[in-house]
């Protein structure tokens, strides 16, 4: 028998330490929801739970040694994502406090603002992250609040000027938070210089709200129930200059604006930039509840039996239908796992650098963004399935899984709306495409495209000589099981990218010398092909990491056991797309029908597996917490 | 301009009076569920609400006129659906107590019984519905809870021997119900005839539980917070042999046990076959709570605003992204509510018929049971697509969507699970199709299906001669547009399900033969091909209504506009499965790229008809209470 222990450590990552550590600590803190509590009541606890959490060091992990941290960002994120795992409420109310508002006056702010990192640790200064508006949540850039500079006080005056510049679902707004990071265009002189990041105390010692502050409460919400999310709205309200969060650009005492980075487009989105945190995080911990959420569904398919088969009532894994339902979802846990892993890597190589390399830093922000939508598409769509897959045993809170659904279903939107994100991801690899084949003329570009592969998307995303050598060494079309071959299936991956970017690349390319009306009727006819780019991206990115995973397994049983999960998400996602392999001959007829013979195959051998697949997530038996369970 | 009354006129089908009446009077009682009252509040509320119901009409019209009812089936089923509208657990609550509970004992039970209906009309009898158990939901014919006779009392023993015997998710059993409609094996003289249906009290006049019964509460669920869900256990609770509810089946004094059905198995889905307007109305409840969730997201489309266009910025319905995230379901809630209006008309006429057609019977069980599996299914994906398309504001509760995905969420599963409904419209398809062949060899099996279409797929669900006409009449593949014309969809449609069910039953055809074990595995092998014949005959049926709908419609521009959507119902259901039809040669590469043109052709054209289609819906936009709609 495969012990279940190597299999956790494959898929652990390295930050295992972490998580094993989570593992224990957290089991023992009862954290899970408590649904019989009002919404005030459930915001104090989970508070409570947040004090807890200051001594596991996940808090301080956050944040560099100098400023009062350890350091470790791969390891804060690692925390916050196993959080996820016994309830979401903390996981949020963690993210917003350490993540979102610390990260903000670590990464935007200099020396006298991360005086304020010590409290933000210890909670003694509870923040908030007051970006959004009830106006502007995807085009941030077109925020309305304003903060003026006033010379005579050597003051900002930070203002609502209309309803929809109200910041808006705020995690901590409603109750808890003191001080904001309240994202407003900076104004100084007359000129509008863009959104820019202010530190503004909102709330008294007692609670009470300060002089021209006006906060509410969203009250209740799909999920969430212990995260106190409410809305601001600025009378005027007067703080120094110094509460510019200054990294990125200064305001002398005359007023006068200066930075280092010229355009106001490209200021705004290095800050963006460096929040990039929030967005790892949050894929992050959407995966950790969908993992939760397939351990406990699976673990009932397991157990649960109806109608009678050829020896008796048949335990529901046995049915090919409940084998589809939730073993390609298990297998596509299994593939973003890997790719969470590379990255947080990746992100934490970059923030502990000295001197990173601004194109690696967009290139983990683009693929942040892509992941996360394409983590949060996945939860939502699995927590569904699972709780489905348990009838009406799901339904009921004490199972937890629609409680799972509940808490992550925001996870589409925040930090980014899903489809904002992968249009984000689409024109980064639009623009490298541009890039590479500058200057040719429409003639040139498509023999450019047929001859040559662009560069840009023959990249390799992880292990390239590997991958290199799978493709290379693809058997050919017409060999039996050719598809459970993995360069067959990256060849997929990479060619179905290829053809996307390149022809949308073609639909695109007069848009710039089109009148506006032209250029936004062309792009908008194009959107769902520009969004696939986002989508295709990310799951040739998911292949990459998870066959560079099992290059890492030293255990042959689990590789062996990985290589058939991988083949199943590769073969799953072929399957989900058939008709555009399909439309684009890349399958044929017969070729397209064996996608799914292979995948029925695949799951009659990896079904007696289903609990050492299980035990793979590391989520300990006795904390899924679900009655049914037993 | 066109106006709304016209195109809800055409959708509201043959109850129009009765929705009409719902949407104004319901919308005067304040029914909107308030998320902070603790469950035992919420649950008196609803109690409250649903006593201010008995005189709208509705309750009295599900029952006939001898039993103290105004015997209108459609109208009671119309009523109900119209609860769904405003809050879903007083949808559930009626359906308990009028529907199922009531539904029971007029449709079981004998002229002792009826006796109790005006008590159950009036409210003043609470009950409830117990058949499922613990340990069965889906295989109701293994129920384990047990109903043995003595004769020496004359009385029924109700007993639950085992722990998964326990009563489950039970609606009403938690604090309300005094009586409940228990399903348990008959036992008597030494021998099991099987499941049947007993009135046992459950509760005395204090609301505490008689001796031998102990319910308990199921605590908070998904949603449906109004609904009081119960578990109830039995120690040898006696009843009066007349509790027996013996319209199919009486046991006499001695203990004989008679009935006219002699197989157990038909005697079952006898009884079954007449609760089917639990079907309808959880069908048609989904429907309206997607309609109330499409209606929102719609005006809110039309209202936000996000990010610079060409003139300003842009309307979120005028993204393509948001269109194509949008219509296709709105479309697919027209095309449903056309099936449901047909459903509906054709149970009422069954059931008012003083000797109704076994074979329509069961023709409309089926018919129930599929289209309550394919609403639900879209319920489930539709009001989640809404919420997302709302972005943040779609997560507030005071904007609905949420609640609507919450409380609509178990619909998937009760009143049946989706994958066992489709599973018996399959089997009712498979059973038609081998009469049809019955006798054929393997080979000749395979002419007849190639030479003659089996009439049993070629059967019209509706409008029998005008689709007929409409499909002789379709244009060759090669024109243009052709993929517009409702003949070549239909044939499309009926070829598709031509197909799927007969390379099903020549997989299937030697499971007779074969011994259980290989049997079941054949049979498991092929189920998610099986699990496929229901669903594209029903996607049939309900472009069959579609169809016949609109040539009722008398307002030609109506039509017309109706026309459009029936396409893009028609187009999205192909493109869904657009795979199957090139793998199967269906479609060319060309043609199936086709699809994709049409449908974006379909929502540039449908796009300014946005409002006027929300509207069609016919909810009144003063009672979607959601506050982003200001």
């Known amino acids: 028998m495969t012990s279940p222990q190597a299999l956790r450590e494959s898929l652990d990552g390295k930050w295992r330490h972490v998580r094993e550590q989570s593992r224990t600590e957290l089991a023992a803190m009862d954290l899970a929801y408590d649904h019989s509590l009002s919404l005030h009541e459930a915001r104090e606890r989970v508070l409570g739970q947040l004090k807890q959490l200051v001594d596991t060091g996940t808090p301080a992990a956050g944040f560099r040694t100098e400023n009062g941290g350890t350091g470790d960002p791969g390891g804060a994120v690692t925390g916050i994502e196993m959080l996820a795992q016994f309830d979401l409420s903390l996981m949020v109310k963690a993210g917003v406090q350490w993540g979102l508002f610390g990260g903000a006056i670590e990464n935007l702010g200099t020396e006298r603002h991360h005086a304020m990192i010590p409290g933000i640790i210890d909670l003694s200064l509870l923040g908030c992250f007051a970006m959004t508006e009830t106006g502007h949540g995807s085009d941030v850039q077109s925020l309305e609040t304003t903060a003026t500079y006033d010379p005579s006080t050597d003051e900002f005056v930070v203002h609502s000027p209309t ?12 109750e808890h938070a003191r001080v904001a990071a309240v994202f407003a265009r900076l104004i100084t002189l007359g000129e509008d210089h863009g959104v820019h990041c202010f530190v503004v105390p909102i709330r008294d ?28 709205m600025f009378d005027q309200v007067r703080i120094p200059r110094e509460n510019l969060l200054d990294r990125y650009a200064q305001v002398d005492d005359q007023g006068t604006y200066s930075s280092l980075i010229e355009s106001q ?26 993992e939760v959420a397939l351990s406990i569904a699976g673990r009932y398919a397991l157990l649960r039996r109806q109608f009678s088969g050829p020896s008796g009532e048949v335990v529901l894994m046995d049915y090919r239908v409940h084998q589809r339902r939730l073993l390609p979802l298990i297998a596509r846990s299994y593939a973003f796992r890997f790719a969470q892993n590379q990255l947080v890597a990746r992100m934490h190589r970059i923030q502990t650098e000295s001197d990173p390399d601004p194109i690696a830093q967009r290139e983990l922000e683009s693929r942040a963004a892509g992941l996360k939508a394409m983590q949060t598409e996945h939860a939502t769509r699995a927590i569904q399935e699972a709780r489905e897959a348990c009838g009406g045993a799901g339904y009921l809170a004490e199972n937890r899984l629609t409680t799972l659904k509940a808490d992550t279903d925001v996870f589409t939107t925040f930090e980014g709306d899903n489809h904002v994100l992968l249009q984000l991801v689409a024109k980064e690899m639009l623009t490298s495409y541009a890039k590479e084949v500058d200057g040719l003329d429409p003639l040139g570009m498509v023999r450019f495209a047929a001859a040559s592969m662009a560069d840009i998307v023959k990249e390799r995303t992880a292990a390239g000589n590997l991958i290199q050598r799978l493709i290379d060494a693809r058997p050919g079309a017409d060999e039996e099981h050719d598809l459970l071959d993995r360069g067959t299936q990256l060849s997929l991956f990479e060619d179905r990218e290829q053809h996307v970017i390149e022809t949308a690349a073609r639909r695109l390319q007069n848009a710039d010398n089109a009148d506006p009306a032209e250029a936004f009727e062309m792009f908008n006819n194009a959107q769902d ?21 099992i290059a890492r397994c030293e255990d042959e049983e689990i590789a062996d056991l990985l290589r ?14 058939k008709a555009w392999f399909m439309e684009h001959n890349r399958l044929s007829d017969d070729r397209a029908k064996a996608v799914t013979a292979e995948i029925n195959n695949l799951l009659t051998k990896l079904r007696p597996h289903t609990e050492l697949l299980i035990e793979g997530f590391g989520v300990p038996e006795d904390t899924l917490d679900a009655a049914m369970l037993g």
Chains 1, 2 share one sequence.
Do not use: W
């Open 529 to 549: 092909h520009v969004l696939k780019i986002g989508r295709v991206h990310i799951e040739r990115v998911v292949l990459e990491a998870f066959t560079a995973g």
């Open 163 to 174: 309803p929809g510049s109200r910041k808006d679902y705020i995690g901590g707004a409603a």
């Open 205 to 232: 010692q007692n609670g009470d709200d300060l002089t021209g502050v006006t906060t509410s409460d969203c009250g209740h919400k799909g999920g969430l129930g212990g995260v106190d999310n409410g809305r601001i």
């Open 564 to 577: 058939d999960m991988c083949s199943l998400y590769a073969l799953s996602v072929i399957e989900d797309d």
């Open 265 to 290: 487009g490209a200021r705004f989105f290095t800050m963006i930039g460096t929040l990039v945190r929030g967005r790892v995080s949050v894929g992050g911990s959407a995966s950790a509840a969908t």
